[in-house]
């Protein structure tokens, strides 16, 4: 998915190019007008920002609304960094403003708040701060803006890495909360499919105890297990890894007799389909943990009253047979996957 990258801030742009790259983004620039920033909250300009580039280009627009807080000024510059004093002034202004102020008194932080506007209205927002306060001059030649008066433990923005200061920045911060809000909004919008396992979690039976549900994979009991076994390349942008549909093409090869052809698994709860399968020596057996996700489906069997069991996981197949109710349970096929 392309989206537009909406800012006339050089030095925003790169950071934006350089935070979105790794997220799988294509980040394109155009010619886009300048809109009046009309809103009183870094959020409120962050999205005015993005939807009128969106409204302007037709595509998923991302915008950041930024700026520095200084306490000893009440908070000043704020949202109105970008027009706070002349020109080429604004530092040298700050810098003025605190002259004698001790360091005590010197505290400040960044904001950005990023928004990003889709055609469809919907939106997905995300705001990030840093800590810090204004050095007593300027110092250092990287970045941008503010940067070169703003200090973290004695080094100021402007002397830092590019990697330093995304690591640590405002932007830095607010990205990657954004990144982990647009992988949940794309999944919930294609249903699910960027998860790894290639269920949709929203549908999950594991959604409530599975702690990686929420974001999309990480942790998920199912998409762990596929990204570690099934393709080994798979990353949330990347789409389904396809262990779904390699399960549904090992279950058909296994040639079950009577059985319909399988064209879709579903996301089963362990304690569901957990059944005590009687051994020939008279014992029973549990195969799955009741806690778990498993792959699975159920199939009636043609000519007779009974159904088939589908389960799987990264390293089991079964296909059991049992009645009503589950009347009667017997193991059909229980095999160690080959991978
Ligand atoms: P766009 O609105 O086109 O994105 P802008 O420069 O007008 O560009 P803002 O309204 O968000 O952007 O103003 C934020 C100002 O705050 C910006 O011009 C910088 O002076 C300052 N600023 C924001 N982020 C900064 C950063 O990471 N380092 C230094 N200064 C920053």
């Not at 580039?53 to 000024?73: F, I, K, N, Q």
């Not at 889709?118 to 705001?127: H, K, L, Q, T, W």
């Not at 830095?172 to 999944?187: I, M, P, S, V």
């Not at 998860?195 to 702690?211: H, K, N």
């Amino acid at each position: 998915m392309k989206f537009v990258i909406a800012t006339h801030n050089k030095g925003k742009l790169v950071e934006f190019q350089r935070l979105l790259e790794p997220m799988g983004i294509e980040a394109v620039t155009m010619e886009i007008s300048e809109p009046e920033e009309t809103g009183t909250t870094f959020r409120e300009n962050a999205y005015v920002k993005a939807e009128a580039a969106c409204r302007e280009t037709g595509l998923p627009a991302v915008a950041d609304d930024s700026g520095l807080c200084v306490d000893y000024l009440d908070g000043a510059p704020g949202v109105y960094s970008a027009r706070f004093a002349q020109p080429g002034k604004r530092r040298l202004t700050i810098l003025e403003k605190l002259q004698g102020v001790p360091v005590e008194q010197r505290g400040a932080h960044f904001v950005s708040a990023v928004c990003c506007v889709f055609p469809n209205g919907d939106r997905v927002e995300a705001e990030g701060k840093c800590f810090g306060s204004i050095a007593f001059e300027s110092r250092g030649e990287n970045g941008f803006g503010y940067d070169s008066i703003f200090e973290q433990e004695g080094v100021t923005f402007g002397e830092l890495t590019a990697e330093e200061k995304d690591a640590r920045s405002h932007r830095g911060h607010a990205f990657a909360a954004f990144e982990q809000k647009l992988r949940a909004y794309l999944g919930q919008e294609q249903g699910g499919e960027p998860t790894p396992c290639g269920l949709d979690c929203a549908q999950c039976p594991g959604r409530e105890t599975c702690p990686g549900c929420e974001t999309l994979g990480k942790g998920c009991m199912l998409a762990q297990c596929a990204q570690k076994s099934a393709c080994g390349q798979c990353r949330p942008f990347a789409g389904a890894c396809g262990l779904k549909a390699q399960l549904i093409q090992e279950f058909n090869a296994l040639g079950v007799p009577d059985m319909p052809k399988v064209t879709d698994l579903n996301a089963l709860l362990g304690s569901y389909i957990n059944q005590e399968y009687p051994l020939p020596g008279g014992r029973t057996v549990k195969l799955w943990d009741d806690s778990r996700v498993y792959l699975g489906n159920q199939l009636e069997k043609q000519g007779s009253e009974r159904c088939y069991g589908l389960a799987a996981d990264e390293n089991y197949l079964m296909v059991a047979e049992y009645g009503e109710n589950g009347a009667d349970p017997e193991i059909v096929v229980y095999k160690r996957r080959r991978r």
